[in-house]
Nanobody, 124 residues
Framework: QVQLVESGGGLVQAGGSLTLSCAAS????????MGWFRQAPVEEREFVAA????????SYADSVKGRFTISRDNAKNTVYLRMNSLKPEDTAVYYC?????????????????WGQGTQVTVSS
């Protein structure tokens, strides 16, 4: 089984920045795409960004495009989410996930493995 562990969450003021990390161990699902999702109180878990290990192709939700950057370090089996110009609306638990096939997806149901989540709180 693949284990995913997120880190880097915390409290930041609006306009500030944070970088989240997702370390993968165990079976790596044949380098299937990785994604970041988030879930705020009262809201459903929503897509944030995704990336492929091979080409580095990326996909972003409209709400974070231009502010967040997803990247990966293949040698370290680690995916990052750099978050700039943070807004209070970005407050949520952020989850790292591994896709269940080779086709990058924005849909929650297409991801087979999930981390425990890391809390990001943006104050106004």
């Amino acid at each position: 089984q693949v284990q995913l562990v997120e880190s880097g969450g915390g409290l930041v003021q609006a306009g500030g920045s944070l970088t989240l990390s997702c370390a993968a161990s165990g079976r790596t699902c044949n380098n299937y795409p990785m994604g970041w999702f988030r879930q705020a109180p009262v809201e459903e878990r929503e897509f944030v960004a995704a990336i492929t290990w091979s080409s580095g192709s990326t996909s972003y939700a409209d709400s974070v495009k231009g502010r967040f950057t997803i990247s990966r370090d293949n040698a370290k089996n680690t995916v990052y989410l750099r978050m700039n110009s943070l807004k209070p609306e970005d407050t949520a638990v952020y989850y790292c996930a591994a896709d269940r096939d080779r086709i990058m997806s924005t849909r929650r149901a297409e991801y087979a493995y999930w981390g425990q989540g890391t809390q990001v709180t943006v104050s106004s």
